[in-house]
């Protein structure tokens, strides 16, 4: 098993250029999460997906869009990018063990991609 | 609202000494779990331990222990003996019921950094 990989692992962007970043995971978990990891602030949850075809806002949403047409990969889009996107960006995905869709496993997270927006 | 605190931005000691990381942790809810993970300078995110809110006994996996306590809502991590490959930043995370998509709340993380 590969577990959750992403691409690309580094980009540099243009104020203003467009870009995908691809996740995908092997492991046929139904929940799927993009993270912003920025200094000092921990990871702080951009959007998540509770299964294909569905996705929601997390706590920093504002700039990013996502989409999750097949269960095993996860896209996270920035239309129009601005050096506040600067940032490393995670993906990970987590199975569903509960009754009610909760969850007490724990999160699998890919390498990371480092983003930097000029 | 669910909050995860970790007060201790940065912590320095030296090779062979003993450290805590502290974890206070924020919930409305009975049902709740724990987690950290530690994040070496490769960056990766690496899963270190689960706990769930109906099991407070105390945890040790070699050098690692980690000290649950519902009455001061705290998931202590202790490193004894600490090596220079301890040295990454470690986050406490926490998940209940009460949120949609299993989403975890992440603390700010405490990076340590063992000197030889």
């Known amino acids: 098993n590969a577990g959750v990989t992403q691409t690309p692992k580094f980009r540099v962007l243009k104020t203003g250029q467009s870009m995908t970043l691809l996740c995908a995971q092997d492991?046929?978990?139904?929940?799927m999460y993009w993270y912003r990891q920025d200094p000092g602030m921990g990871l702080r949850l951009i959007h998540y997906?509770?299964?294909?075809?569905?996705?929601a806002k997390g706590e920093v949403p504002d700039g990013y869009n996502v989409s999750r047409l097949k269960k095993q990969n996860f896209l996270l889009g920035l239309e129009s990018a601005a050096p506040s996107q600067t940032s490393v960006y995670f993906c990970?995905?987590?199975?569903?063990?509960?009754?009610?869709?909760?969850?007490?496993?724990?999160?699998?997270f890919g390498p990371g991609t480092r983003l930097t927006v000029t | 609202a669910q909050k995860v605190t970790q007060a201790q931005t940065e912590i320095s000691v030296v090779e062979k000494e003993d450290v805590t990381l502290d974890c206070v942790y924020e919930?409305?809810?009975?049902?709740?779990?724990l987690f950290w993970y530690k994040q070496p300078p490769s960056g990766e995110l690496v899963f270190l331990i689960r706990?769930?809110?109906?099991?407070?006994q105390n945890e040790i996996s070699g050098r690692y222990s980690w000290n649950f306590q519902k009455s001061t809502s705290s998931f202590n991590f202790t490193i004894t003996a600490s090596q220079v490959v301890d040295s990454a930043v470690y986050f406490c995370?926490?998940?209940?019921?009460?949120?949609?998509?299993?989403?975890?709340?992440f603390g700010t993380g405490t990076s340590l950094t063992v000197i030889p």
């Open positions: 990970a995905s987590n199975a569903v063990g509960l009754a009610g869709g909760h969850s007490s496993y724990e999160q699998y």
């Open positions: 492991m046929n978990h139904e929940y």
């Open positions: 997906s509770v299964g294909e075809g569905t996705t």
């Open positions: 919930t409305r809810d009975t049902t709740y779990y």
């Open positions: 706990r769930n809110s109906f099991d407070e």
């Open positions: 995370a926490l998940t209940d019921l009460t949120n949609t998509g299993n989403q975890f709340y």
